[in-house]
């Protein structure tokens, strides 16, 4: 889940001619594995440079798409806050430009750089046209091995974009009200640490100094692309990325078991002054409980997709538990969500109603899921099999999406799960699996976050 997000510079300017010239004889050890037997032109074929995971999908379009995903999110962090000031500064002053000389050369090549945090990894991207390949992994390459990280650069630029992301995660329910969700659930530790730092916490300029020192090596990081051979991108990888180091501090990349406690906080919130719009005040409520792992339980997936929320025809309400409630309560939306992380996830309903009827709804959901516990209808496990097909399938399809899976896989495991065991998985999954998982949700501690008026929004025990 990423949620947060800082852009370098918008794609403007026409594409010129890179000026980096190629690494001759380069020496690339591969491992194709190819992803998704359904489509050839999504699939990505894992490689290796100096020690560096990469996994490139050729899929033939005029525009390319890299990331470097760094083991470096929350999860990680030293201390609070960390990771999501390196995440803001990534793209300033290197060894070879000036951030000012690097926004000039990127609009003069028509493409952008930016980044992104999710629970375990930073995320730098790259999106700009075919044929400028050289240009933009030298500028990913020095991002890591080169960056200045000047004191300067800090108190003017990064800081100030703390602040605003911060900010922005405080005004937007949905966003704050996910990230108190594994907050509360983990107990802030591990899958717990918040996306954005704190005001109570402040971030010293040496804080991010260290933490990038102990971060960035080969060994901690992948290199994604899409419209890009795997042999080029590795290539080029092989010769921008020499300079770094080859390996991470242990005690920054050692992973620690998330705990999964559950629990309850309530955030209180009020729409901005300008915002009239009735939907600005509704109520907001998150119910949670221990899910499991990204990709380790698929009738989780097929939980999520038959008690749905969302409708398959716009402009009209779905057939699925979730949305027959929405249907019932003028304003409302339920919707299911299904967390994955490398070893840990939450599974849960989120609704968003008036708050004089979001305990009411917030119970019909509830019960929803206890029928699907009880007892589920053949057509209904087909119907939900086949849309969670389809998000898998959606998901390689989008870049972005991709690009975010496909690195987490590289980074936890060392491959990448095919589409085609995904599909197999799912359509394995019938009447008894799902209704052991549900059961097996529900037996755990539920987390539960309200955000809105918390005078008025219920507490957990009047929803379960």
């Known amino acids: 889940m990423s949620l ?7 794609a403007s300017s026409r594409g010129l001619v890179a000026a980096v010239a190629r690494l001759a004889g380069a020496s690339v050890s591969s491992s194709s594995s190819s992803v998704g037997g359904i489509a050839a032109r999504r699939s990505f074929t894992t490689t290796s440079a ?9 899929d033939g379009s005029a525009t390319t798409t890299i990331t470097v995903a760094i083991k470096a999110g929350p999860r990680y962090e030293s201390s609070p806050g960390v990771a999501h000031a390196l995440k803001n500064f990534f793209f300033k002053a290197n060894h070879k430009r000036s951030a000012l000389a690097l926004i000039r050369e990127a609009e003069l090549y028509g493409g952008f750089f930016s980044s992104s945090t999710t629970k375990e990894h930073i995320l730098l991207t790259a999106d700009f046209l075919r044929g400028d390949e050289d240009f933009f992994v030298e500028v990913l390459g020095d991002a890591v091995s080169q960056a200045k990280f000047a004191r300067h650069e800090y108190s003017e630029s990064v800081v100030p974009l703390i602040q605003s992301d911060a900010e922005f995660a405080a005004a937007n329910p949905l966003v704050s009200g996910f990230d108190q969700l594994t907050s509360t659930a983990y107990r802030n530790r591990g899958l717990g640490a918040s996306l954005f730092a704190s005001h109570s916490s402040p971030i010293s300029y040496s804080d991010v100094q260290h933490y990038a020192k102990s971060v960035l090596a080969k060994n901690n990081l992948a290199v994604l692309g899409s419209g890009i051979e795997s042999e080029k991108l590795a290539k080029l990888v092989q010769q921008h990325f020499a300079p770094l180091s080859p390996s991470a501090s242990s005690a920054s990349t050692t992973k620690t078991p998330s705990t999964y406690y559950g629990g309850e906080h309530r955030v209180q919130y009020a729409p901005a002054h300008h915002d009239s719009s009735a939907r600005a005040s509704f109520g907001h409520v998150f119910l949670a409980f221990e899910g499991a792992a990204n990709g380790a339980s698929p009738e989780l997936a097929v939980l999520r997709s038959l008690l749905g929320g969302e409708s398959s025809v716009k402009w009209s309400k779905g057939q699925s538990p979730l949305s027959a409630i929405s249907a019932q309560a003028p304003g409302a939306t339920v919707s299911a969500f299904n967390l994955g992380f490398s070893d840990a996830g939450l ?65 936890e495991s060392g491959s990448v799960s095919t589409l085609d065991s995904v599909f197999s998985a799912l359509d394995k999954v019938d009447a008894s699996a799902l209704s052991k998982a549900a059961e097996k949700l529900l037996k755990s501690k539920p987390t539960t976050v309200v955000v809105g008026d918390v005078h008025k929004l219920p507490y957990a025990d009047e929803c379960l």
Not at 368 to 386: C, H, N, P
Request: proline share 2%.
């Open 347 to 411: 599974f849960g309903i989120h609704v968003s109603a008036p708050h004089e009827r979001i305990a009411a709804v917030a119970k019909s959901a509830m019960n929803a899921l206890k029928e699907i516990a009880s007892q589920s209808k053949v057509d209904d496990i087909k119907r939900a099999v086949a849309k969670a097909k389809f998000e898998a399938a959606a998901t390689l399809e989008g870049r972005a999406a991709s690009h975010e899976a496909v690195s987490s896989q590289l980074l």
């Open 4 to 10: 947060a997000r800082s852009v370098l510079t918008p």
């Open 50 to 58: 100096d020690s560096i995971k990469v996994a490139a999908a050729d």
